[in-house]
């Protein structure tokens, strides 16, 4: 299922790429325009990718915004020797960045001084929030089991073998509760309650 | 301009597992990379991300109860949130009410569990009212009990009431009653 996750979606990378090229090509901070898209097209991916892994907004706005300073820094300053990979490049620096948030070496606020300018031209769209009470109605449907197993699993962000271990079962039929029970969820909240 | 299609989209139940940190490392790196060039998979991981934190507000406001297990409500204190536990023996009852400040008000039904492969809770509610059966809860039967969240947000508006509940082994010879439990709750009126 994950095999071969690198060779897909090249047209739509050749617009990050497209981005890369002019940034690097042009003088230092001479395409503001390409700037803002690469920002634009990068950063909330960057975003997620910080919330994954440090499981805090802040601290994933953070790491969104060191990651794209160095970045735009790297393609302005030449260093990028392919731009054309420029989301290989950014995941690279991403879990470079990350280690250094995690062993708190980062030094955030030099970057945002230099850079500041830079990180406020693009807006960057972060993920849907949900109606609470709406979620709360349609967990309410859900039958106890697979309402047992969501709120467990999604509280405390646990894995299928910890909340398993918490019910007395297996982590195969944990899967497959919340499964059933995420499927029910997301239908009754996106389609209205039923 | 056409919405950016993913030619090989990472199923949901992947993105779930990717983001409750169920892959092993290769699987978190392959997910990590293709989610950094691809807004389709990343706009579903979203939604997954969209859900839990709408499921987590939901419990944390009070407004959604369930059954839960094994040291679950012991790491809600260790979270800072105020707890209200009443626990009821078999065939028991208790007088119970939520104080303002409560944030989780937890039952605890002791009943004999060992040798029971599913269980039935039926709640009996006032006059008039009918029963609802809640079928198959998660329990663990070695811990003797079964433990579940009352939504305090809920339970805070209403009036002065008594609830019953009826614990059942259901397997396939039929079904007997395990125990019989009676809430005296204390409201707002």
């Given at each position: 299922m994950?095999?071969?996750?690198?060779q897909?979606?090249e047209?739509?990378?050749c617009?990050e790429?497209?981005?890369?090229?002019r940034?690097?090509?042009?003088?230092p901070?001479?395409?503001?325009?390409?700037?803002a898209?690469?920002y634009r097209?990068m950063a909330?991916r960057?975003?997620?990718y910080g919330?994954?892994?440090?499981r805090?907004?802040?601290a994933?706005?953070?790491?969104?915004q060191?990651?794209?300073?160095?970045v735009?820094e790297?393609?302005?300053?030449g260093k990028?020797?392919?731009?054309?990979?420029i989301?290989?490049?950014?995941?690279?620096t991403?879990?470079m960045v990350?280690l250094e948030l995690?062993?708190?070496e980062?030094?955030?606020?030099?970057?945002?001084?230099?850079w500041?300018?830079?990180?406020?031209?693009?807006d960057?769209s972060?993920?849907p929030?949900?109606?609470?009470a709406?979620v709360?109605?349609c967990?309410r449907r859900?039958a106890?089991?697979?309402?047992?197993?969501?709120?467990?699993?999604?509280?405390?962000?646990?894995t299928a073998?910890?909340v398993?271990s918490?019910?007395?079962?297996?982590a195969?039929?944990v899967?497959?509760?919340?499964?059933?029970g995420?499927?029910?969820l997301?239908?009754?909240v996106d389609?209205?309650?039923? | 301009m056409n919405?950016p299609?993913?030619l090989q989209?990472?199923?949901l139940?992947?993105l779930?597992?990717y983001?409750?940190g169920?892959?092993d490392?290769e699987?978190?790196r392959?997910?990590?990379?293709?989610l950094l060039?691809?807004?389709p998979?990343g706009?579903k991981?979203d939604?997954v991300?969209?859900l839990?934190?709408?499921?987590r507000r939901?419990?944390a406001?009070?407004l959604?109860?369930t059954?839960?297990?094994a040291?679950?409500t012991?790491r809600l204190?260790?979270?800072g949130l105020?707890?209200?536990?009443y626990r009821?023996?078999?065939?028991?009852?208790?007088?119970?009410?939520?104080?303002?400040d409560?944030?989780v008000?937890?039952?605890r039904?002791?009943?004999?569990l060992?040798?029971?492969?599913r269980?039935?809770?039926?709640?009996?509610?006032m006059?008039?009212?009918?029963?609802?059966?809640a079928?198959?809860?998660?329990f663990?039967?070695?811990?003797?009990?079964?433990?579940f969240?009352?939504?305090?947000a809920r339970l805070?508006?209403?009036?002065?009431y008594?609830e019953r509940?009826?614990?059942?082994a259901?397997?396939?010879?039929g079904e007997?009653?395990?125990g019989?439990y009676t809430f005296n709750?204390q409201g707002?009126?």
């Open positions: 994950l095999a071969g996750m690198e897909i979606r047209g739509d990378a617009e790429a497209s981005a890369a090229w940034v690097a090509a042009a003088a901070g001479g395409d503001r325009g390409a700037e898209e690469l097209r909330p960057v975003r997620r919330l994954r892994h440090l805090d907004g802040h994933a706005n953070d790491l969104m060191l990651v794209m300073v160095r735009l790297q393609l302005r300053e990028v020797r392919e731009p054309q990979r989301v290989s490049f950014v995941f690279g991403c879990r990350l995690q062993r708190g980062a030094q955030r606020e030099r970057l945002l001084e230099q500041g300018d830079v990180l406020t031209v693009a960057i972060v993920g929030r949900l109606d609470h709406r709360a109605d967990l859900l106890e089991r697979e309402r047992s197993v969501i709120v467990l699993s999604f509280y405390e962000e646990r073998a910890d398993a918490m019910l007395g079962t297996t195969g039929n899967r497959v509760i919340r499964h059933r995420l499927a029910r997301r239908s009754c389609g209205g309650l039923q | 919405a299609v993913c989209p990472i199923e139940d992947t779930v597992e983001w409750l169920e892959l490392e699987g978190t392959r997910v990590d990379e293709h060039g691809c807004d998979c706009a991981l939604e991300i969209a839990g934190d709408g499921v939901a419990f406001s009070g959604v109860g059954v839960v297990g040291g679950f012991e204190a260790q979270r105020r707890l209200r536990e009821v023996e078999r065939n028991g009852s208790v007088e119970c009410s939520v104080g303002p409560d944030d008000v937890i039952s039904l002791s009943a004999p060992s040798g029971v492969s269980v039935d809770l039926v709640r009996i509610g006059p008039g009212e009918p029963e609802v059966r079928e198959d809860i998660p663990d039967p070695a811990s003797g009990e079964v433990v969240i009352v939504p305090a805070r508006e209403m009036p002065s008594v509940m009826r614990l059942l259901v397997d396939a010879s007997r009653p395990i019989d709750h707002r009126d």
